[in-house]
């Protein structure tokens, strides 16, 4: 098993997806990264460990925001990590603060049969 860790936020579509993506597999645990509006507004289908961040900040003030309430949570040393939702901005946050946590990163996607598969 693994731990799922995915950016929640803009895109169209992209919360149907995502909630394809957490009941397409049996995760250990699920992070998703999203602002005030994705934790007030989003039904995930199974349970989720919700980090809220404040997506207005710039780029190097979101990236330690999110290893400061990621940090000590993954039990893991890699992490299935999915970027479809979200900004530019929060993906690269998210990217460098999963790597400055020191956890290894495998991209993962569904396919047309709604399974999971590496990227």
């Known amino acids: 098993m693994t731990e799922l860790v995915a950016c929640l936020s803009t895109g169209k579509g992209s919360w149907?997806?995502?909630n394809k993506l957490i009941k397409s597999y049996e995760w250990d645990n699920i992070f998703l990264i999203t602002n005030e509006f994705g934790y007030e507004?989003?039904?995930?289908?199974?349970?989720?460990?919700?980090?809220v961040v404040d997506t207005n900040k710039n780029l190097?003030?979101?990236r330690e925001e999110i290893i400061s309430k990621?940090?000590?949570r993954i039990k893991g040393t890699e992490i299935a990590l999915n970027l479809i939702?979200?900004?530019g901005?929060?993906?690269?946050?998210l990217l460098s603060s999963l790597l400055k946590i020191g956890v290894g990163v495998?991209?993962?996607?569904?396919d047309e049969e709604s399974r999971v598969k590496e990227v």
């Open 16 to 18: 149907n997806y995502i």
């Open 41 to 51: 507004n989003f039904n995930p289908e199974k349970k989720v460990e919700m980090i």
């Open 60 to 62: 190097e003030e979101l």
């Open 70 to 72: 990621l940090k000590g």
């Open 85 to 87: 939702s979200g900004s």
């Open 89 to 93: 901005k929060e993906h690269m946050a």
């Open 106 to 110: 495998r991209f993962v996607d569904l």
